[in-house]
T-cell receptor
Framework: GAGVSQSPSNKVTEKGKDVELRCDPISGHTALYWYRQSLGQGLEFLIYFQGNSAPDKSGLPSDRFSAERTGGSVSTLTIQRTQQEDSAVYLC????????????????FGQGTRLTVV | LAKTTQPISMDSYEGQEVNITCSHNNIATNDYITWYQQFPSQGPRFIIQGYKTKVTNEVASLFIPADRKSSTLSLPRVSLSDTAVYYCLVGDGSTGGFKTIFGAGTRLFVKA
């Protein structure tokens, strides 16, 4: 597709259930980011994938959160045993990564998945 | 990663020029300054990026003084559709600059 695609667009789940959120990045983009955005707040970095390097998981809030990126393309963010405080919009972004110090490349964001834990 | 400080909110009227200033006192030599715009229920989208002096595109201008410790996003003749949150980011590609926490950004309200 032409842009970053996320699915589902909305997800309502019961507390304690596991959920999987999917991100299809723009073809050829080697960098992929997951963010979480609570209502009225900024974006909270969760995890960063770059090519075949080990992902940067420094933003994951707990061990209930995990993510993988298969074949350098599609990524899945998994939240186990969901809690009400996990309710937020989860945004995925992808970009090229310039080598050296060429500045930030443009990151393209998906529309997000709105997760509601009831 | 350089920390940024922006006003929480700003109000304007249609047709006015809006200037949003971002402070980044500990910006590194290799860091670029990038601004993103986010409409409700959408992901952020790129507006403009610069390293020094002035950058202009069809949407906005970015003014960066010589010391690079601040930057100003200028939106000419805003319309109601420019109501959005504007984020200032500082970083460079070699360090995964987008790991930068976007922060709360600046909420711009454009009134008729």
């Amino acid at each position: 597709g032409a842009g970053v695609s996320q699915s589902p667009s909305n997800k309502v789940t019961e507390k304690g259930k596991d959920v999987e959120l999917r991100c299809d990045p723009i073809s050829g983009h080697t960098a992929l980011y997951w963010y979480r955005q609570s209502l009225g707040q900024g974006l909270e970095f969760l995890i960063y994938f770059q090519g075949n390097s080990a992902p940067d998981k420094s933003g994951l809030p707990s061990d209930r959160f995990s993510a993988e990126r298969t074949g350098g393309s599609v990524s899945t963010l998994t939240i186990q045993r969901t809690q009400q405080e996990d309710s937020a919009v989860y945004l995925c972004a992808s970009s090229f990564v310039l080598s050296g110090t060429g500045g930030l490349t443009e990151a393209f964001f998906g529309q997000g998945t709105r997760l509601t834990v009831v | 990663l350089a920390k940024t400080t922006q006003p929480i909110s700003m109000d304007s009227y249609e047709g006015q020029e809006v200037n949003i200033t971002c402070s980044h006192n500990n910006i590194a030599t290799n860091d670029y300054i990038t601004w993103y715009q986010q409409f409700p229920s959408q992901g952020p989208r790129f507006i403009i990026q610069g390293y020094k002096t002035k950058v202009t595109n069809e949407v906005a201008s970015l003014f960066i003084p010589a010391d690079r410790k601040s930057s100003t996003l200028s939106l000419p003749r805003v319309s109601l559709s420019d109501t959005a949150v504007y984020y200032c980011l500082v970083g460079d590609g070699s360090t995964g600059g987008f790991k930068t926490i976007f922060g709360a950004g600046t909420r711009l309200f454009v009134k008729a």
